[in-house]
Antibody
Framework: QVQLQESGPGLVKPSQTLSLTCTVSGGSISSGSYYWSWIRQPAGKGLEWIGRIYTSGSTNYNPSLKSRVTISVDTSKNQFSLKLNSVTAADTAVYYC??????????WGQGTLVTVSS | QSALTQPASVSGSPGQSITISCTGTSSDVGGYNYVSWYQQHPGKAPKLMIYDVSKRPSGVSNRFSGSKSGNTASLTISGLQAEDEADYYCCSYAGSSTWVFGGGTKLTVL
């Protein structure tokens, strides 16, 4: 059974770049028809889809974040990554990675809290 | 691309049925049969409960069902149980390989 685990700094300074990695275990990131997504959730608020990547490197991004987001994949490490630049306090959230099969998201990682603060 | 509209909260007593609505537009909910629903307990990751409007993943109780009419999708939970108390989020395909979530609904089991 595929499992996902997010990792990365829990604190990022304003104007800097947020970088997170999601490690996929229990299966190959390249197998099947999975896309790999990032989703975030500010404290006490709803979910926001950030973007996704296929193992070919093809990406899709939320239009509201597109100018600041880069998602990449490293098939040799069974990982995919998120970079969000020019962060502000509004980017403080729990960040989840998830497998996306066609039009739904499953499985999910446990989530990692990233705080933007000086 | 605006968030889908869900009621902030709903409640019901054990054994009762409740329905959570999710309203979008013809560009998302109304335009595609690609609505999914997620259950999230406090401090936990969301869990897929319904996909493609009304399909249940393996392992999800048949007390959970989904439907759609026009620009509004609905999640119905029958035979409410204490463990159903959680936040519920809808999600819809929004075209151009993008997805949009609802603001979430807090379900309280009285």
């Amino acid at each position: 059974q595929v499992q996902l685990q997010e990792s990365g700094p829990g604190l990022v300074k304003p104007s800097q770049t947020l970088s997170l990695t999601c490690t996929v275990s229990g299966g190959s990131i390249s197998s099947g028809s999975y896309y790999w997504s990032w989703i975030r959730q500010p404290a006490g608020k709803g979910l926001e889809w950030i973007g996704r990547i296929y193992t070919s490197g093809s990406t899709n991004y939320n239009p509201s974040l597109k100018s600041r987001v880069t998602i990449s994949v490293d098939t040799s490490k069974n990982q995919f990554s998120l970079k969000l630049n020019s962060v502000t306090a509004a980017d403080t959230a729990v960040y989840y990675c998830a497998g996306s099969y066609i039009n739904w998201f499953d499985p999910w990682g446990q989530g990692t809290l990233v705080t933007v603060s000086s | 691309q605006s968030a889908l509209t869900q009621p902030a909260s709903v409640s019901g007593s054990p054994g009762q049925s409740i329905t959570i609505s999710c309203t979008g537009t013809s560009s998302d909910v109304g335009g595609y049969n690609y609505v999914s629903w997620y259950q999230q307990h406090p401090g936990k990751a969301p869990k897929l409960m319904i996909y493609d409007v009304s399909k249940r993943p393996s392992g999800v109780s048949n007390r959970f069902s989904g439907s759609k009419s026009g620009n509004t999708a609905s999640l119905t939970i029958s035979g409410l149980q204490a463990e159903d108390e959680a936040d519920y989020y809808c999600c819809s395909y929004a075209g151009s390989s993008t997805w949009v979530f609802g603001g979430g609904t807090k379900l309280t089991v009285l």
